[in-house]
């Protein structure tokens, strides 16, 4: 199984701020990385899929990168909104995994 | 709009079998371009993928649940259904049912249902 990593588990932050949660695979995956915005009580929302593509209605702020073993999302000026965990998830190969989340908390 | 929810008991008793059922609405579980798949996450807890169905019925299952998790699908009622047998305390979780973007191992999870909370206690 690929093994998915993120950091930090957890960041505070302001509204404002930019922010930026890294997943790490344990193997090469290409851009076959998916990332996902779950609140609590709710089920997990599409936010960027292939690394770096914007899921539709997505706003402009989220941004994803990378390829290979190593991946960014960024949310480039944090909104109230966006307090939130997130995921990252691999679609390379199955079993499909995600990685254990990053909560975003409100400083 | 694809519109997914699940169903089924809330409470199960060790050893017995889990067994939960997806309704799809706003498109179709035959159409063949989709792979459905359930998807678990415990309390407090990350994500945990248990496996999807093609709408011919072919299957892939996480090896870490493989000997337990059969899931089956109804083209006619628009459903996919889970069961997880010889259940422990450890299976309880909520439980989401998603559809993967394509039919295709690349494709994200782009609809996902409410999920559903089952807790396995006597």
């Known amino acids: 199984d690929i093994q998915m990593t993120q950091s930090p588990s957890s960041v505070s932050a302001s509204v404002g701020d930019r922010v930026t949660v890294t997943c790490r695979a344990s193997?090469?995956?290409?851009?076959?990385l998916a990332w996902y915005q779950q609140k609590p009580g709710k089920a997990p929302k599409l936010l960027i899929y292939a690394a770096s593509s914007l899921q539709s209605g997505v706003p402009s702020r989220f941004s994803g990168s990378g390829s290979g073993t190593d991946f960014t999302l960024t949310i480039s000026s944090l909104q109230p909104e966006d307090f939130a965990t997130y995921y990252c998830q691999q679609a390379n190969s199955f079993p499909l995994t995600f990685g254990g989340g990053t909560k975003v908390e409100i400083k | 709009q694809v519109q997914l929810q699940e169903s089924g008991p809330g409470l199960v008793k060790p050893s017995e079998t889990l067994s939960l059922t997806c309704t799809v609405s706003?498109?179709?579980?035959?159409?063949?371009?989709?792979?459905w798949s359930w998807i678990r996450q415990p309390p407090g807890k990350g994500l945990e993928w248990i496996g999807y169905?093609?709408?011919?019925?072919?299957?892939n299952y996480n090896p870490s649940l493989k000997s337990r998790v059969t899931i089956s699908v109804d083209t006619s009622k628009n459903q996919f259904s889970l069961k997880l047998s010889s259940v422990t305390a450890a299976d309880t979780a909520v439980y989401y049912c998603?559809?993967?973007?394509?039919?295709?191992?690349?494709?994200?999870?782009?609809?996902w249902g409410q999920g559903t909370l089952v807790t396995v206690s006597s």
């Open positions: 706003g498109g179709s579980v035959g159409s063949g371009r989709y792979y």
């Open positions: 193997q090469g995956i290409s851009t076959w």
């Open positions: 169905i093609y709408y011919s019925g072919s299957t």
């Open positions: 998603a559809r993967q973007n394509g039919d295709y191992v690349g494709h994200p999870f782009d609809y």
